[in-house]
């Protein structure tokens, strides 16, 4: 990730990553899909290896970008759908 990116924890959802200044739908398109594949492989502990599923949302800031409810609104939102469908998805809602 890169280090303008600002990760911090929730409470129900275990992380989130605001990413600052996107430059078109296409790179958080791209960005994300990278953020998923981290989690397309075992991940071992020194002792066992896990598989972890992450749902993933992404939201972009609605127009006009002066509504961050709504941003994270529409991050939940996608968060939820990806826990719906089943879990170990990624869902945009991009209004």
């Not at 075992?42 to 709504?70: C, F, M, Q, R």
């Not at 991050?75 to 209004?95: H, S």
Request: charged share 25%; hydrophobic share 40%.
């Amino acid at each position: 990730l890169y280090k303008s990116y600002t990760i911090s924890t929730g409470v129900k959802y275990q992380f989130w990553i605001y990413i600052p200044d996107l430059a078109s739908e296409e790179f958080l398109t791209e960005e994300v899909r990278k953020i998923a594949g981290i989690f397309e492989n075992t991940i071992s502990d020194g002792v066992d290896e896990h598989n972890v599923i992450a749902s993933i949302g992404a939201s972009l800031y609605p127009k006009p970008s002066n509504s961050a409810s709504k941003l994270i609104d529409n991050a939940i939102r996608a968060v939820i759908k990806a826990k719906e469908d089943g879990g170990n998805k990624v869902v945009f809602i991009l209004e």
